[in-house]
């Protein structure tokens, strides 16, 4: 469905505020427009299909990825999302910890991502065996390696920050 939806929106003809060099222009809520701050983008609401800022707050962002905020700008517009209105911002795509084969991870590496599954969902690390943001077969790179993972059904894994890499 979301692909539909998507379709849809590119033809018609709002504005639509290109990437930048460092990252995207989308809206947030003024609550959660400063830098640094994450947040995991679902896809846009039924509520907002028919806003004239569609194509800027919602085009350039890709629904289950996890973005962060580079630079807020002084300018507001209207939003029924956001309860009146919403900043516009820059985000490029977050960096997301997972856990990952100690064989696998070297720090500068380009891998294809692929979730650990073990079968074991309450072992407490489901969240970077499986982390938000990240699908199985995602080009990464490893941008550093932490420490070794305590796995209950004995993988030899390490802790990572992974940064997926645009597909060509």
């Not at 995991?40 to 629904?63: I, K, M, Y």
């Not at 064989?103 to 982390?131: F, T, W």
């Not at 699908?135 to 390696?145: H, P």
Request: proline residues 5%.
């Amino acid at each position: 469905m979301e692909e539909d939806f998507r379709q849809k929106s590119d033809k018609r003809d709002f504005p639509k505020w290109p990437s930048t060099s460092r990252g995207r222009i989308t809206l947030l809520g003024i609550g959660q427009a400063r830098e640094g701050f994450r947040f995991l983008f679902e896809g846009s609401p039924e509520l907002c299909r028919d806003c004239e800022f569609f194509n800027a707050c919602s085009r350039l962002l890709e629904p289950g990825r996890i973005y962060r905020v580079t630079s807020v700008k002084r300018r507001n517009l209207p939003c029924k999302l956001h309860g009146g209105e919403a900043k516009v911002v820059e985000v490029e795509e977050s960096s997301v910890e997972a856990s990952l084969e100690r064989r696998l991870a070297v720090e500068g590496a380009s891998i294809s991502y692929k979730p650990i599954e073990c079968g074991k969902m309450d072992c407490g690390r489901g969240g970077l065996c499986r982390p938000l943001g990240l699908r199985a077969g995602d080009r990464c790179k490893i941008l550093s390696v932490g420490e070794g993972i305590e796995c209950p059904i004995g993988l030899e894994l390490r802790l990572v920050s992974l940064l997926r890499q645009p597909s060509s």
